[in-house]
């Protein structure tokens, strides 16, 4: 499957953004789908994951209560709709997907083998 990430931009601290991340393929709808960034001249890091049927969503302790990860499943599409952003936000966001990936292991980026070209976010203060 190929991703897509898309909508990143500049905001001003306090605001938000969604991203979207766009399949090309139905197998999309049996993939776990996950949001990781990478802030300049830091490693990369986990943000959230979901599973095919979107019953179940996986937050990194950092974000929860600013991001939310959603599908819809018919659009072939991921979303991560993050509020009141901050500069530290300011990354490159990947969007990730794999058949098969363990809960226990939902924050590794080694579990995705598919990964989007990213899309770069900026907040300023």
């Known amino acids: 499957v190929q991703l897509q990430a898309f909508g990143g931009g500049l905001v001003q601290a306090g605001e938000s953004l969604r991203l979207s991340c766009a399949a090309s393929?139905?197998?999309?709808?049996?993939?776990?789908v996950g949001w990781f960034r990478q802030a300049p001249g830091k490693e990369t890091e986990f943000v959230a994951a979901i599973t095919a049927s979107a019953g179940t969503r996986y937050y990194a302790n950092s974000w929860k209560g600013r991001f939310t990860i959603s599908r819809d499943n018919a659009k072939y599409t991921a979303y991560l709709e993050m509020s009141d952003l901050k500069p530290e936000d300011t990354a490159i966001y990947y969007c990730v997907a794999n058949p098969d990936v363990k809960p226990a292991t939902w924050g590794r980026k080694e579990e995705y083998d598919y990964w989007g070209q990213g899309t770069l976010v900026t907040v300023s203060s």
């Open positions: 393929g139905s197998t999309f709808t049996s993939y776990t």
